[in-house]
Each structure stands twice: as structure tokens, then as C-alpha cells.
């Protein structure tokens, strides 16, 4: 079973940038594919961005495209989400989500995902 620890969240101004890492311990994340999804207070979850095990097939929210960029390091077994111009509407806790696969896709969906870390919170001030 994986288990997932995200960090590198924070509060930071409006326009800055912030980078998370997801780090598997356990069962290796090599074939699986990875998402990081946000929920701010009385929202639902959503998906932010997701990657497939090989990394060539990457999907990105439209409210996030060309800000956020989603990559992984198999042989650290991390996944990273650098933000950059960071808005307020960006303020939420920031999870990372594993799941198992035998394709090389990538998956948009909360209930499709298998493993979800603790969650970091991302704090963004006007």
C-alpha cells in the first residue's frame, strides 16, 4: 500500500510561487498514475493536475494552465506541482492522489484515484 506525504505549502502573496512535493513511501508510485487535486472551504474537490506513470501524458485544470506545471521523478518516487503567479482564488489544502494503473493515462476524477496523502495547506493573500 503507498502512502503519501505532501509538503511545501505555505502562505505566500498574491503573484508568488510556491512548489509542492509528493513523496510515496511503501509500494513504489513507477506505475502509477499521479494527480494533485485542491479543495477550498465549502467546495468540492478538485483536480489541479495529473500525470501519467510515464510522465508524457499530463493534464492541467483550465484555471491553472500556464502557471502550474505537474512533474515526477520515478527514482525519488516524488511528484512536484511548481505554482507560479499565484492568485487568491488558489488559497485551498493542495492533496496529493495515487492511482494504480496498467495504462499510460492520466485520470481527472476523486473517486478514481486509490491513495490520497494528508493534504498542505496553500494560503494565498491579496
Known amino acids: 500500500q503507498a502512502q503519501l506525504v505532501e509538503s511545501g505549502g505555505g502562505l505566500v502573496q498574491a503573484g508568488g510561487s510556491l512548489r509542492l512535493s509528493c513523496t510515496a513511501s511503501?509500494?513504489?508510485?513507477?506505475?502509477?498514475?499521479m494527480g494533485w487535486f485542491r479543495q477550498a472551504p465549502g467546495k468540492e474537490r478538485e483536480v489541479v493536475a495529473a500525470?501519467?506513470?510515464?510522465?508524457?501524458?499530463?493534464y492541467y485544470a483550465d484555471s491553472v494552465k500556464g502557471r502550474f506545471t505537474i512533474s515526477r521523478d520515478n527514482a525519488k518516487i516524488t511528484v512536484y506541482l511548481q505554482m507560479n503567479s499565484l492568485k487568491p482564488e488558489d488559497t485551498a489544502v493542495f492533496y496529493c492522489?495515487?492511482?494504480?494503473?496498467?495504462?499510460?493515462?492520466?485520470?481527472?476524477?476523486?473517486?478514481?484515484?486509490?491513495?490520497w496523502g494528508q493534504g498542505t495547506q496553500v494560503t494565498v493573500s491579496s
Open positions: 500525470i501519467s506513470w510515464s510522465g508524457s501524458s499530463i
Open positions: 492522489a495515487a492511482k494504480l494503473v496498467l495504462d499510460n493515462g492520466y485520470y481527472t476524477l476523486p473517486r478514481e484515484y486509490n491513495y
Open positions: 511503501g509500494r513504489a508510485i513507477r506505475r502509477r498514475t
